[in-house]
């Protein structure tokens, strides 16, 4: 019982640590996921994956939890404010 549970606390420390919500000048901008798309993603802001968060969802599929938090709420991370409205969010701009 004792291995269970500091397996289950050793997990949840690790996993904390994949999605990256940042400051950027003074405003907070939290991941989002297929899930809260619509309330947490900023037009004025460029996203990336969290490779950390598409290899935990991989590692942990049996247990359906996790890839589900992962994919649904915590997938696209923010990485930098748009230049302008046709920044496409590339490397080139």
């Known amino acids: 019982m004792r291995k269970s549970i500091a397996l289950i606390i050793v997990l949840g420390v690790l996993l904390v640590g994949c999605g990256k919500p940042q400051y950027i000048g003074q405003t907070y901008y939290p991941t989002y ?15 990336e994956v969290s490779a950390g968060n598409v290899i935990w969802s991989i590692l942990l599929s049996g247990t359906i939890v996790f890839p589900v938090y992962f994919l649904g709420w915590s997938i696209h991370n923010p990485v930098r404010l748009k230049n302008g409205p ?6 080139d701009d």
Request: glycine residues 4%; hydrophobic residues 20%.
């Open 33 to 47: 996921g297929l899930f809260n798309e619509s309330s947490s993603k900023s037009k004025n802001v460029c996203y």
């Open 86 to 91: 046709d920044d496409q969010c590339t490397f």
